[in-house]
């Protein structure tokens, strides 16, 4: 199967994706800090995949990353966080790094996850990704499923609108998911940003339900039930986007 380095601070981590992926027929070595990882590393020529810990002391994550990506840009690496939301890792995602697995993960989403790198979820990133918002998630998987968003200005359901989205999951399964942006919620990003009309246009309002999918992803590693997800409420994580979007 792959050869997979794991760089994690925390022994029960280490050890349990090393099982984990041991009995799904991987080759595992381990790190436990920064430095160690690179060390093992070295030109990333021996190594599949890259389980890399956000948090780490001396050498923190991001750190370790870009400097793997250095010398070798080909390199799929998995960042490991504990963050709570989604919006917290984009600069992971940035800095070039293939997939998100958030703490506490299963074994199921971890090997997932690792197929998921492995396979590069078969996506092409070109196309439709150039007109977008520059805080998307389109180039990049979280907990092993990838979110593909063909440019579309919504559907009309009844004054509110829906996007439609294709998510790739672990095992290489597709399925269409509907994200609903209520006619409320619009007007609260609005009022947030003191602006009738959002850069973009209809691609705005696609790609902060983008993000909205792509939290839920996070979160819950799985598809949203009927694969239908509705935003109930314009949410700090969601201001933070919107911010990051108009600063850009």
């Known amino acids: 199967m792959a050869k ?5 601070d925390e022994s029960n981590i280490r050890t349990m994706i090393r099982l984990t992926l041991e009995h799904s027929g991987h080759n595992v070595e381990t790190a436990a800090d920064g430095q160690e990882g690179l060390d093992k590393f070295g030109e990333g020529a021996g190594f599949d995949v890259v389980l890399l810990d956000q948090r780490m002391p001396d050498l923190e994550g991001i750190t370790v990353l870009k400097q793997m990506l250095f010398h070798n840009p ?11 939301t989604v ?24 090997r997932g996850a690792v197929l998921a790198a492995l396979r590069n ?3 092409d990133s070109s196309g439709s990704q150039s007109t977008a918002p520059s805080a998307t998630f389109g180039m990049t998987t979280i907990n092993g499923y990838r979110i ?4 579309n200005s919504g559907v009309n359901m009844g004054g509110d609108t829906g996007y439609e989205f ?9 399925q269409r998911c509907t994200v609903v942006l209520p006619a409320v919620v619009a007007e609260l990003v609005k009022a947030h940003t003191d602006r009738d009309v959002m850069p973009g246009g209809a691609r705005f309002w696609q790609a902060l339900c983008e993000e909205v999918l792509a939290n839920y992803l996070y979160q819950q590693a799985d598809y949203p039930p009927d694969n239908l997800l509705r935003v109930d409420e314009y949410t700090t994580g969601m201001r933070r986007w919107v911010d990051a979007v108009l600063a850009a």
């Open 74 to 84: 080909a390199a799929r690496i998995i960042m490991i966080t504990a963050f709570g």
């Open 148 to 151: 593909e968003a063909p440019l």
């Open 121 to 123: 979820c078969g996506a």
């Open 166 to 174: 294709t998510v790739c999951s672990p095992a290489n399964e597709k």
């Open 87 to 110: 919006d917290l890792a984009v600069e992971a995602m940035k800095s070039g790094a293939t997939d998100f697995l958030r703490k506490p993960f299963t074994a199921e989403t971890l």
């Open 4 to 8: 997979v380095l794991v760089i994690d």
